[in-house]
């Protein structure tokens, strides 16, 4: 029986309408993990972003992906990280995934909130690389490095700890960061992996082979830690985590397979004559985002046969 299937399969099931979708108060995943979705439902958030809260009022918490800069929901993630005693601002620190407008910009506020409570609190995370647009800048206090470990420990001896792993998974963003939660076996997949949505690869910030990459080493990693459950940005919790992230993969070199076919059959075509040809399967309305995904992998494919070529 997984660690926490019950627990997680509640929450689970059919993703409900974004207006059904609740953002007032947290969901309990977990008896350490809060789940509060801001109120930013649309074509590319699904639901909502999903902020997570890690820890618990003896430990203090680490909040992952605060969302966008809406004053209402930092002020419900604040009150959320609560104390022993109930009252809130009991955060340790905040990570964000990647730089993305519905992921970093309430990191500040946040942060702010603390500050005013007399809680000196540092935002962890990878800056934004060059190729970013503009709306996706971020600098962290702190610099998350591959393979670092944010620990909560508690006063009490005894007590449980939370550790979370840092795992580089650039692809989706450059500076994108997923976080393993050793001791319950779930992995936070920011925009990596998403549940109910297609994660868009967005060169040149976005890189089709290395957000292939990044699913082997997340597919490694849940190994390694017997991981169960995905905790995406987007959507409710995916259980069966090695076999999502190979369906994914699979899912995306299938894709790829049908766009090298549409290339070689057309190849004096160009990007917008290929899209309606390898993407004839998705509804055309999607076809401006799924655009941004075909020159990821068209730019993936030309770099392999490149490497094939040897030159
Ligand atoms: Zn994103």
């Known amino acids: ?11 689970a099931g059919p993703l409900p309408s974004p207006a059904e979708w609740q953002s007032h108060s947290p969901v309990a995943l977990l008896r350490n993990v809060l789940r509060l979705t801001a109120p930013n439902p649309g074509f590319m958030t699904g639901p909502g972003t999903n902020s997570y809260l890690v ?5 203090g918490f680490i909040a992952i992906d605060p969302g966008p800069a809406d004053a209402d929901h930092v002020a419900r993630l604040w009150a ?17 995934t990647h730089s993305h407008p519905d992921h970093s910009p309430g ?11 007399g809680v000196a ?11 970013a647009r503009a709306n996706s800048q971020f600098v962290p206090d702190i610099t998350l ?55 868009v690869i967005d060169p040149p910030d976005g890189n089709m082979g290395h957000y292939l990459h990044s699913l082997d080493v997340l597919h490694q990693q849940c190994t390694e830690y017997g991981v169960e459950f995905i905790l995406p940005a987007h959507g409710h919790p995916l259980p069966k985590a090695l076999d ?16 090298a076919a549409v290339m070689r059959a ?36 030309q770099w392999l046969q490149s490497a094939g070529s040897g030159t």
């Open 1 to 11: 029986m997984p660690r926490h299937a019950q627990i997680l399969d509640s929450a």
């Open 145 to 199: 490095a591959h393979g670092q470990r944010l620990l909560l420990s508690p006063a009490t001896e005894g007590a449980p700890c939370h550790t979370l792993l840092a795992i580089h998974t650039p692809g989706h963003a450059a500076n994108h960061v997923c976080l393993l939660l050793e001791e319950d076996g779930l992995l936070f997949t920011g925009d990596h992996i998403l549940n109910g949505s297609t994660t």
């Open 244 to 259: 999502a992230i190979a369906h994914l993969k699979a899912h995306r070199l299938k894709r790829e397979a049908k766009i």
């Open 266 to 301: 057309n190849p004096n075509g160009d990007p917008d004559q290929w899209l309606p040809l390898a993407y004839d399967d998705v509804d055309p309305r999607l076809w401006p985002v799924a655009k941004r995904s075909l020159l990821a992998h068209v730019e993936h494919i």
């Open 55 to 59: 820890g618990d009022p003896r430990t």
């Open 121 to 131: 609190v540092a935002v962890w995370g990878l800056a934004s690389a060059p190729t």
């Open 107 to 117: 990191a500040k506020p946040l942060q702010d909130l603390c500050a005013q409570a």
């Open 80 to 96: 959320a990280a609560s104390h022993v005693d109930g009252s809130g601002g009991n955060l340790k620190l905040i990570v964000c």
